[in-house]
């Protein structure tokens, strides 16, 4: 059994919620480690992972998880992108928290203003 095959079988004994929830994770890592520079190698295979772990949410992946797959894969597909790292951070780190409130983990947060 490949790496590859054991990361998937791992990933997806977890119920819909917890995979959310590694998905946000990864997106919360990639922020950071895109924040301290200096990581290509771990960057680029954290785009691969969110791309990767997204494909495998389930069938009912909300439209927003499906959205956000496409822009880290498209992502992925120029990085590294020195000029554009503080952008992806930013991103990675909004679409970290879009997809923990969508996984039911954490309460919702309400929105004043």
């Not at 990361?7 to 929830?21: A, E, I, K, S």
């Not at 190698?41 to 949410?57: G, H, N, Q, V």
């Not at 790292?85 to 929105?111: C, F, M, N, P, T």
Request: charged share 30%; aromatic share 6%; proline share 4%.
């Amino acid at each position: 059994m490949t790496d590859l095959e054991k990361l998937r079988l791992r990933f997806t004994r977890d119920n819909y919620q917890v995979r959310l929830g590694n998905l946000a994770s990864n997106l919360l890592r990639l922020s950071n480690t895109v924040k301290k520079g200096g990581h290509p190698d771990l960057e680029k295979k954290l785009l691969w992972e969110i791309c990767w772990m997204a494909e495998l949410i389930g069938d009912n992946t909300p439209v927003e998880i499906a959205d956000m797959q496409r822009e880290i894969c498209r992502w992925r597909r120029v990085w590294p992108l020195e000029p554009a790292r503080s952008l992806l951070a930013l991103r990675s780190g909004k679409l970290s928290e879009i997809v923990l409130e969508k996984s039911g983990l954490v309460a919702s947060r309400s929105r004043s203003g």
